[in-house]
């Protein structure tokens, strides 16, 4: 069974900065193209930022230049490192994997971690 483990979140003062850590077990995330999303309280959950196993990055315009998306496939790792941290960042943060298989999508999800950033 695939699991995404996601890690480093916690509180934080704004201005400062946190990186979370996306784990995964049983696949290589070197094939996938790994997401974070996240989701405020009463909110959507919304994307964040992506790395594609070419190592392209996206990123949404809300948090263009503050956040940093980087994959270690050595390690079987992508982080999300987030500068200049604001309240409004504060969300459970999702790690999220896709890829496509001889034309079949697949996709995992993390359990989430959560972020909290105090003004």
């Known amino acids: 069974q695939v699991q995404l483990v996601e890690s480093g979140g916690g509180l934080a003062h704004a201005g400062g900065s946190l990186r979370l850590s996306c784990a995964a077990s049983?696949?290589?995330?070197?094939?996938?193209?790994v997401g974070w999303y996240r989701q405020a309280p009463g909110n959507q959950r919304e994307w964040v930022a992506d790395?594609?196993?070419?190592?392209?990055?996206n990123y949404a315009d809300s948090v263009k230049g503050r956040f940093t998306i980087s994959r270690a496939n050595a390690k079987n790792m992508v982080y999300l490192e987030i500068n200049s941290l604001k309240p409004e960042d504060t969300a459970v943060y999702y790690c999220?994997?896709?890829?496509?298989?001889?034309?079949?999508?697949?996709?995992?999800w993390g359990q989430g971690t959560q972020v909290t950033v105090s003004s």
């Open positions: 049983t696949i290589t995330f070197s094939g996938y193209t």
């Open positions: 999220h994997a896709r890829t496509v298989l001889l034309t079949r999508p697949y996709e995992y």
């Open positions: 790395i594609t196993s070419g190592g392209n990055t």
